[in-house]
């Protein structure tokens, strides 16, 4: 696999890519990184690759021709047309899929615009793909780059040490990674799950497929949407909804005055501190908006329409 990065600032490119995992692929020769200076494509003495916006405007624009020349030298290299990424904030944003299709390439072009961005017709000439990182902006195109090429490096053949790591990791397969431990056995009175002691594979692997679900069903349920689940898996997931839409939602009460409810495992306690956590599965609310409830002493009585519980009495 090899990178060619379109660059202001190939030092930062440099440098980076030398260290820890990208480092070692390029050591042995498994990805090769050319970062490459478009100033050096400048038709000036100075290196002057910007200018400024036709029809006004705060900021400098990057200029096309020097961006076109830098590419065209790649394709004589090459023999070819490759892929080339814009790193853009408007671009579509990157997810692992993204990284599984481009590391299927031999060749990428990765373009880091700065300033106000780069003049659109050389966009519209030579870029394949505009990806963004995320919503929000950067100074420059360079870190989101670096972004991208580790995480295409770590696909790349013979890069991981161990070839499942790339496999059993977050996102591989639309879902979170589990939970992961290590020695010492008790932290500060936490204990490793005794399931990951026993050495019973089976038993380890569907603990840990569950925490992953559970994990991505509390934190980022839009991923199972696409996430290839099995029966048990979407038995699984059933248990866990049933018992966030059954044993904690019939705890939320009316809205009445300033003192809220806290659930300590199952147990009622009041007080003013709305997080809230619950042992088994353990669940942190963060956050309660419109159910609040009074006590007898602001109006109402026992039981009563005010929403106050008595913490004494069943359901």
């Known amino acids: 696999m090899n990178f060619y990065v379109l660059t202001l600032f190939p030092e930062m490119i440099q440098e980076a890519v030398m260290t820890s995992i990208t480092g070692r692929a390029i050591t042995d020769e498994k990805i090769s990184v050319k970062a490459i200076n478009i100033r050096d494509y400048a ?5 002057q690759i910007d200018d400024y916006p036709y029809g006004g405007g705060a900021g400098m624009v990057m200029q096309a021709p020097p961006i076109y020349a830098a590419y065209q030298d790649i394709v004589k290299e090459l023999g070819y047309e490759p892929r ?11 997810e692992q899929a993204d990284a599984k299709a481009f590391a299927e390439d031999k060749d990428i072009v990765i373009l880091c615009g700065h300033y106000e961005g780069v003049d659109e017709r050389v966009l519209e000439e030579i870029v394949t793909d505009h990806i963004s990182i995320g919503d929000y902006v950067l100074t420059g195109g360079e870190l989101p780059a670096l972004v991208v090429i580790d995480s295409i490096t770590r696909l790349v053949p013979g890069v991981l040490n161990n070839d499942e790591s790339a496999v059993a990791e977050s996102f591989e397969d639309d879902l979170l990674e589990h939970p992961q431990y290590t020695r010492p056995e008790e932290f500060n009175g936490k204990e490793v799950p005794e399931i990951l002691l026993s050495g019973n594979h089976a038993k380890i ?22 996430a290839d689940l099995s029966d048990a898996d979407k038995d699984y997931l059933d248990s866990l909804e049933s018992w966030l839409n059954g044993d904690i939602t019939r705890f939320l009460l009316y809205k009445c005055a300033n003192i809220y409810v806290v659930f300590e495992s199952y147990q009622f306690m009041w007080g003013i501190d709305m997080k809230t956590k619950f042992e088994e599965p ?24 005010s929403g106050w519980v008595d913490p004494g009495h069943g359901w």
């Open 282 to 305: 353990k669940i942190e609310i963060v956050e309660v908006k419109d159910f609040i409830v009074t006590s007898p002493e602001q109006g109402g009585g026992a039981n009563e329409t």
């Open 205 to 226: 692997d569907e603990y840990r497929r569950q925490e992953s679900l559970k994990r991505t069903y509390e934190r980022r349920p839009d991923l199972l949407e696409n």
């Open 43 to 47: 038709d000036n003495d100075y290196g």
């Open 84 to 94: 080339v990424v814009y790193m853009t904030p408007q671009g579509k944003t990157y």
